[in-house]
């Protein structure tokens, strides 16, 4: 599958999670929750020290979201990204996007051996759904 098609897999979810969501509008972590609210979709910010973030209820972890979320954007340092990715995996997430930075070839690893759609080749989600900061 192209990069292309893998992209365009991710975004036919009817839901999003957003791990390593932040309630700091600076951090990529809001930016990518603000793109998803931009271009209107159903998006779940994952924080478990976070009430709210930009309005909307957090979860505290993978398991907290609900069954219609089958995309998760990962925005958090390496390691944790692979405890993220181990768990979207047990929890039957379909696919994952590591963002620049979040990517490590362990986590990687995993997505290809459980059969997700992976993508972490760079690609920036803020960049494919045409973020607007304001």
């Not at 897999?9 to 009817?14: D, I, R, S, T, V």
């Not at 999670?17 to 994952?46: D, E, W």
């Amino acid at each position: 599958m192209s990069m292309t098609q893998r992209i365009n897999e991710f975004l036919e979810a009817a839901a999003f999670g957003v791990a390593g969501a932040s309630a700091k509008r600076h951090k990529y972590g809001n930016k990518v929750l603000r793109c998803y609210l931009q271009n209107k979709c159903t998006v779940f910010p994952i924080n478990p020290n976070e009430n709210q973030i930009e309005g909307i209820d957090c979860v505290a972890n993978i398991n907290a979201l609900p069954d219609s979320v089958t995309s998760l954007s990962v925005i958090t340092p390496p390691l944790v990204t692979e405890q993220i990715v181990a768990q979207a995996i047990a929890r039957g997430i379909k696919n994952i996007w590591m963002q620049p930075g979040a990517e490590s070839t362990e986590a990687v690893k995993l997505c290809e051996d459980a059969g997700i759609n992976v993508i972490a080749d760079g690609s920036c989600l803020l960049v494919v759904m045409g973020y607007r900061e304001h």
